[in-house]
C-alpha cells in the first residue's frame, strides 16, 4: 500500500456517509434513552436490575475479540496474504455467531421474565436498543460471509481490497455501539 | 427525443397541466370557504371542493409521473417504447375515468355515490386521498398495470440502466402500495395505521424514489455528467430515504391509538429524514457545477435546480418541525400539518413534475428549447408559484400556531371555532396567496403559447459567452 | 489504485438497507397490531358502532372534520367529541345543520333516522374510549 492511501480513510467515502447516518441514529438513541432515564431514575434502576451483566460483559469481550480478527484480516490481505484473511473472517464470524447465541439466550430469558415493548419506558429503550443492535449484527455477519467467501476465492489484493475494508469499517461500528450500549444501559445505574 | 414513441408523453403532460389548473381554482374555493363559511354552500359543500382539490392533486401528479415514464423509459432503454397505442388508450381511459369521478363528486352527495358504486359490498370509501369509488380505484389499478407492462416490457427489450431500473421499479412499488387502499378494516386505528402505508409509502418512501429519477434524468441529459456519478448518488439517496423513512412512518402513530414505542422510535428516525433531502440539493448543485456543456433550456435548469431546495423545505424542514412527538403533540391535526402538506406536495413532487415537463415539451414539440421570451414567461412562473406557496405555507403555519396557543394550551383553552375565528387574518393572507399561485401558474401557461424557439446558433452564442 | 466505491455497492446499500428496515417495521407491526384491540377496546366493535362507522365514512365526515387527527381542519375533532358534547347534543346538533348563520361555516344536512343517530353516536362513544397516548390535550380537540 503507498503512503498516502495509508493516510485516507479506508474503504470508501460514501459507506462513511452511511456509518456516520447509523452512528448519528444510534447516538440520537442512546440521548434520547439518557433523557428519558434522567426523567424515570427509579423506574430504570429497577429495570436494570432485571439484566444479567455478566452475558452483557460476555457479549462485549466477544464483540472486541472479533474486532480484533477483523482487524487481522484487514491487515492480512494488505500483505497479500489472502488465506490468512480469509481465515481471520471466518473467526470474526464464528465470534459474531457467539454473541448471537449468547443475545439470543438473553432475549428468551427476558422473554420468560414477561419483558414486551409496551411493558414500561425501560424495556422498551433496552429491547430496541438491543434489539436493533442485534439486527445490525446479523447484517454485518451476512457481509463478513460475503466478503469472506470472495476472499477464499481469490477476489481481494492487497491493492484491491475495499470490500475488506469497508465490511471491517461496518464491523468496527457495530462493535463500537455495542460498547457504548453496554456501559450505557448494563453498567450505569 | 430519439424515438417517435416518445411522443405519446404529450397527451399525458397536457392533461396533466389542465387538471393541475383544476386543482387551484378548487384549491381557492375551499380557501375562500375559510374566510366565508357559507360561499357555495350547499352546491359545493367544503368536503367536496376539498376532495376535488386533493384528488386533482393526486390524479395529475400520476399522468405527469406517466408521461414522465413513457417520455424517459424508451430513451433510457434506447428503443421504441413497446406498444404506444396501448400507452395512448390508457391516457384516454385514465381521462374520461377521472373526469367521471370528479364530475360524480361535485354532482352526487357522497353518500349516494358510495350507494350506487357497491361500497356496502367492499368499503373503502371515506378516506382522505382515498375517497375515490370502487370502480375508480379499480380502473387505478388497471392503469397502473398496463402503465407497467409497456414500460417493463420496453425495459427488458432495451438497455438496462440502472435510472431506468430504479424508476420503473419504484412505479411498480407506486401500484402495489395502492392496494392497502382496498383494505379498510373495521377498526378505526387499524385502518388508520394501514390507510399510512398508501400515504407515507407513497409520498414520503416510493415517490422520492420516483423523484431521484426524474431529477436524475433532467440532470444527465442537462449537464452531460457522467452516467455513473449520477447513479451512483441517485442509490446513495434513495438508500437515506428508506433507511430513515420506514421506521419514520411511526411519527404517524404517535396520537392515533399505536403503542406508545412509536413515539420513540417515530422521533428519532424522523429526525434523518432530511437527510436525503440536504443530499438532494448537495447532488443537484454539484451536478450543475460539475457540466460539460450549456443546455439552452435554462427555464428546465431552474425547475431542477428548485426542486430539491423547495421540497427540502417543505418535506425536510417543515415536515421535521411537525414529526418530535411533543411538538405534534400540539401540531397534530392543526393547519400546520397543511402548510407542511401543501409545500412538500408542492416542492417535491408539483416541481419535479413541472421540470420535467419543462425539459421534456420543448423536445415533444419539435425544438431544443423554447425562446427567450417563452423561458422569461416560465421563468416568472416558478418564482410567482414558488413565492406564493411559500408565503400559503407560512399563513398556515400562523394559524396552526395560534390553534396550538389558544386551543391547546393554557387552563381555558378556547373551542375550535373560537379559535378559528381567531385564525381569520392567515385565511385571508392564505386565500391572497393562492390567488398570487394562480397567477403563477398562468405565467407559467402562458409560456406554452409564445411562439418562437431557440435555435442551436443562440445556444452556441450562450454557450461561448 | 484503489477500488473505489462503486454503483454496484451504492445498490446494495439500498437493497440491503430497505430490507434491513423493512424487517424491522414487519416486526414492529406485528406487535402493534396485536396491541391495538387491547387499545381501542376492539371488543366493543359492536353492529351499532360498526354501522356507525359505516355512517361516518361513507358521508366523508373526514372531508372537514378530524378523527384522532386526521381529515380536514375545517370542522372539530370527532374523536372526542362525545367527552366534549355528549349524545343528546351531538343528535340534536346535526339534526339542524346547516345552521345557516351568515359567514359561518356550513355543515350540510344530512338526513339520518333516529337509529342511524344512535349508531353515529355508539360510534363516537367508542373512538372516545381509544388510548391515543393522551390526545388531544384538552377537551377542546
Redesign the interface.
Known sequence: MRAQDREALPGDLAIWIFIFAELLVFGILFAVYAFARSAHVALFNQGQALLDRRLGLANTLVLITSSYAVARATEAIHRDRVQACGRWLLAALLLGSLFVGIKCHEFARDAQAGMNLSHDLFQMFYLSLTGFHFLHVVMGMAILAAVAAKTFAGGYRAHDCTGVETAGAWWHMVDLVWIILFILVYVLR | MNFRSQLVAKPYFVAALALFLGQILFGLIAGF??V???FL??AI????S??VHTNLLIVWLLMAFMGAAYFIVPEEAQTELYSPRLALATFWVFLVAGALTILAYLLVP??DL??ATG??ML?T????YL?QPLPTKVGIVLVALSLLFNISMTLFKGRRT?LNVILVGALWGLALLFLPAFY?P?????A??G?WWVVHGWVEGDWELILSALLGFILIKMTGVDR?IV??WM??I???T??SG??G?GHH?????????????G???S??EP?PFIMLIVFSIRMLLKRRRENPNQAAMLWALGTPIVAFLGAGLWGAMITLAPVQ??A????F??AHGHLAFFGAYAMVSLAIISYAMPLLRGRVANGIAAQRWEMSGFWIMVISMLAIALALSGAGIVTAFS???GDH?????D??AQEQVFFWLRELAGVGFLAGLLAYLVSFFVPGEAGYDAAVKRALS | MQQVFTKAMARNIFLGGAVFFLAIYVALSVDTWRQIPVRDHASELSAAVRHGKYLVDSNNCIGCHTVNGEGAYYAPELGNVYTRRGPDFIKQWIKIQPTGVPGRRQMPHFDFSDAELNDLVAYLQWLSHIDTNHWPPNAEG
Open positions: 370557504q375559510y366565508d363559511g357559507t354552500f350547499p359543500p367544503f368536503s367536496v376539498r376532495m357522497y353518500s358510495a350507494a361500497n356496502a368499503p370509501m371515506g378516506r382522505g375517497e440502472s379498510f373495521e377498526d378505526t386505528v387499524k388508520s395505521y390507510w455513473e447513479e451512483k442509490y446513495v434513495i438508500a437515506m428508506l433507511i420506514i421506521i412512518i402513530y404517535y396520537y392515533i391509538g399505536a403503542p406508545e414505542y412509536w413515539i420513540w422510535l422521533s428519532v428516525f429526525a434523518i437527510i403533540y400540539y397534530h391535526g392543526s393547519n400539518t397543511a386551543q391547546r394550551m383553552p378556547l373551542s375550535f371555532m379559535t378559528q
